[in-house]
């Protein structure tokens, strides 16, 4: 079945202490991308990667890390977690832009709650 | 500022009623319009994908439409039941870049038995 998961799925913990939230894809796609959604903004991006080691800024990375080293997994990584990172996170995946598969999938979410 | 938005912000209906969504948008050069339905606290699921030579697309019972010259896009929900209450999203794609991605900030339907 093609899916994004996302690990962990709930998580709460305590400030400064390093987290990362896995995503894995298994669709081959080139595209994949983290957003946080917080109540009345909406989903934001956080980070995104186009392909293997290639990674850039979305409209909110503050606080953020990325790595994308194989095509189907893109964790993020929160290295001192604050309480304003407090969110429901999710990960998605596309094909590439020539490739006409230009579906999004997302993930199921992460909501994380930092004290 | 944002380049999409969605009106109402909410809306509940009574089962069985139809109600249309709009979504209007800034962003060019326009590539896709894409609609979501996100329900509460899972990942958003792509419902359609217009780009911009096309002006309606069904799915089921929900149809959207897309005039490219105004810049609006509706989503219209036929016969509502109770599993449609959840937020739905449009997202506007550019065409000169082909990743990114304008979401607005959703309507939340609430259908009502």
């Known amino acids: 079945e093609a899916q994004v998961t996302q690990n962990p799925r709930y998580l709460i913990t305590v400030t400064g202490k390093k987290l990362t939230v896995t995503c894995s894809q298994n669709?081959?796609?080139?595209?994949m991308s983290w957003y946080r959604q917080d109540p009345g903004l909406g989903l934001r991006q956080i980070y995104y990667s186009m392909n293997v080691e290639v990674t850039d800024k979305g409209d909110v990375p503050e606080g953020y890390k990325v790595s994308r080293k194989e095509k189907r997994n893109f964790p993020l990584i929160l290295e001192s977690p604050s309480p304003n990172q407090t969110s429901l996170y999710f990960c998605?995946?596309?094909?590439?832009?020539?490739?006409?598969?230009?579906?999004?999938?997302f993930g199921p979410g992460t909501r994380l709650t930092v004290l | 500022k944002n380049q999409v938005e969605q009106s109402p912000q909410s809306l509940i209906i009574l089962e069985g009623k139809n109600c249309t969504l709009q979504c209007n948008y800034t962003v060019s050069p326009f590539s896709n319009l894409r609609w979501y339905k996100q329900d509460t606290g899972r990942g958003p699921v792509s419902l359609t994908i217009m780009t911009f030579s096309e002006n309606t697309k069904s799915n089921g019972r929900y149809t959207a439409t897309l005039d490219a010259d105004t810049k609006q896009s509706s989503l219209h929900i036929t016969a509502s039941q109770l599993s449609d209450s959840a937020s739905y999203i449009c997202?506007?794609?550019?065409?000169?870049?082909?990743?990114?991605?304008?979401f607005g900030k959703g309507t939340s339907l609430l259908v009502t038995p």
């Open positions: 998605a995946s596309r094909g590439g832009w020539t490739s006409g598969n230009n579906e999004q999938f």
């Open positions: 669709m081959n796609h080139e595209y």
């Open positions: 997202v506007v794609s550019l065409s000169n870049s082909g990743y990114a991605l304008n």
